[in-house]
Nanobody, 116 residues
């Protein structure tokens, strides 16, 4: 069992930056593949970025070069550094953790709004 709690969302102007954090508890964090997803109003939830237990990363084309996912296993935390934010990045951002073929765990989400 894994509990995930996101933080760091908020209102930012276009071109600005935010760093999201996801704190995990309840299991061995280092063996989980972690991801950030987002869901905008009226749209399906979509993958933003993934980081494996070994540190390999993958990004959606829409955020490549602007977002960076990282993890600190000593702190049981995964981060999403978001730079050059655009209005279309506005969404609720969710942290997810998954081990092997098991079902994913989800956090409660944190709102990111990019607006002038």
């Amino acid at each position: 069992q894994v509990q995930l709690v996101e933080s760091g969302g908020g209102l930012v102007q276009p071109g600005g930056s935010l760093r999201l954090s996801c704190a995990a508890s309840g299991s061995i964090f280092s063996i989980y593949n972690m991801g950030w997803y987002r869901q905008a109003p009226g749209k399906q939830r979509e993958l933003v970025a993934l980081i494996t237990s070994g540190g390999a990363t993958n990004y959606a084309d829409s955020v490549k070069g602007r977002f960076t996912i990282s993890r600190d296993n000593a702190k049981n935390t995964v981060y999403l550094q978001m730079n050059s934010l655009k209005p279309e990045d506005t969404a609720v951002y969710y942290c997810s953790g998954k081990r092997g073929l098991g079902s994913p765990y989800w956090g409660q989400g944190t709102q990111v709004t990019v607006s002038s």
